[in-house]
């Protein structure tokens, strides 16, 4: 599940759907594009409209911009936390 302190480079609006099965069917299409741009040294970067979903399938937030951790460090995964920088990530 998401919590509101997932780390300074990663914070997006979000807004939380939850597990009820109700509100999960009532949630609309989300047109549009999607960029995906994965930054020099750092994470990917998605811009449009998402859905963060659980492995179940369940719909957990709505956004329109996520950061995802790419050097597998963080401690938010999935997002980034920025120890990338820490660390020295490149790729």
Known sequence: MLSAGWGRVGRS??????RDRNRRQRCSVRPGPLRVEATDNGPVVLRGNLRLMDATGDV???????ILCRCGQSKEK???DGTHQQINFTS
């Open 13 to 18: 609006k979000l807004v939380g759907i939850g």
């Open 60 to 66: 957990v937030a709505q956004m329109s911009r996520c």
């Open 78 to 80: 999935p997002f980034c």
